[in-house]
């Protein structure tokens, strides 16, 4: 499945994903294949810069939302297992906000 995350990004001079990157988005994926059509493919990478780009600006102030439910937790060592389900809530939700607003197909309309 890690090879199906890379192969969306792309090698379009994206920064190296790091590992709790890789993990985040290993279950948004297989969240997404599982539950919508292959609409949302092409607009992965878009969801997942976007979303870069928002920690990026919150780190630099350390404020606002994405510091305080996602940035801060992963710029730790050691993240505690009840917060690390939280990252990943978060990077999940506001993907798909993205995602839904520009491609997602849930599965079961297309079925009917």
């Not at 609409?39 to 928002?54: N, T, Y």
Request: hydrophobic share 40%.
């Amino acid at each position: 499945m890690l090879d199906k995350v890379y192969g969306l990004l792309g090698n379009r001079g994206m920064k190296k994903l790091k590992g709790h990157e890789a993990i985040h988005l290993l279950l948004l994926v297989d969240k997404l294949m599982n539950e919508y059509t292959p609409s949302w493919e092409g607009m992965l990478l878009a969801a997942f810069e976007v979303f870069r780009a928002e920690c990026v600006k919150s780190k630099s102030i350390k404020d606002g939302e994405y510091w305080t439910k996602y940035v801060q937790w992963t710029m730790t060592v050691q993240i505690q297992k009840p917060r690390y389900k939280v990252d990943i809530t978060f990077l999940l939700k506001r993907c798909m906000r993205y995602l839904n607003r520009n491609c997602l197909i849930k599965r079961e309309r297309m079925e009917r």
